[in-house]
Every structure is written in C-alpha cells, then in structure tokens.
C-alpha cells in the first residue's frame, strides 16, 4: 500500500506532466469555431479567454445547478456568470476552479 507521501509525490507528479502537456499542446480557438460546440452531446464554454471542452462533464450531470443551467452557455462566453457576482448572485468555490482545469483545451483569440 502506497504511503500518503508517496500518494502526494505522484499526484504531484501527474499534475507537472499535465501542465508541461496543456503548455505545449495548447491550441488557439476563435469564437466562430467555439459556437459550433454548443449541444450537451459536444459542448464548449469559454471563460477568462480560454476554451472549456465541458461534453464530458455534462454527461455526468454532477453541476450542482444542472446541466440545463450550463446548457445555456455552450458556444459562449461564459466569464461574466462564471466569475460572478452576476444576476444569479453566484460565486464559484475554489474546488470548481481546480476542476475546470481538466476541461481547458485551448486559448480564445
């Protein structure tokens, strides 16, 4: 059985290779492309000028708002409901910022 620090070292090490992967794949999206992803079976978001292939965390439906709610934003721009305050007066936690890294595959321009 793995230590907790051993558990930490590979975690640790997971998450360096992912990030050294994301810097060197990532792939720049214009917003014509991105509006094209807009159904819950292919559904993209974009967020502080980056591009969120959310497909797979809709199918989970695990949003504690819903699918329906986030149905709305696919193809769009996301930033001004994600970062809120904003007219559902909602703030995201810090898990869900860590979460939304899995899905980022690329950069608005």
Not at 61 to 76: D, V
């Amino acid at each position: 059985m793995a230590t907790n620090n051993q558990q930490s070292k590979t975690l640790i090490s997971k998450e360096q290779e992912q990030e050294e992967e994301e810097e060197e794949e990532e792939q720049e999206f214009k917003i014509e492309e991105v509006s094209k992803h807009n159904t819950i079976e292919d559904g993209w978001i974009i967020l502080n000028n980056f591009v969120f292939d959310i497909t797979d965390y809709l199918q989970e439906n695990i949003h504690p708002g819903g699918t329906i709610l986030l149905s709305n934003y696919l193809g769009q721009n996301a930033t001004e409901i994600w970062n809120g305050p904003g007219p559902l007066d909602h703030k995201h936690s810090n898990q869900a910022f860590k979460l939304l890294q899995f899905y980022k595959i690329g950069k608005l321009i």
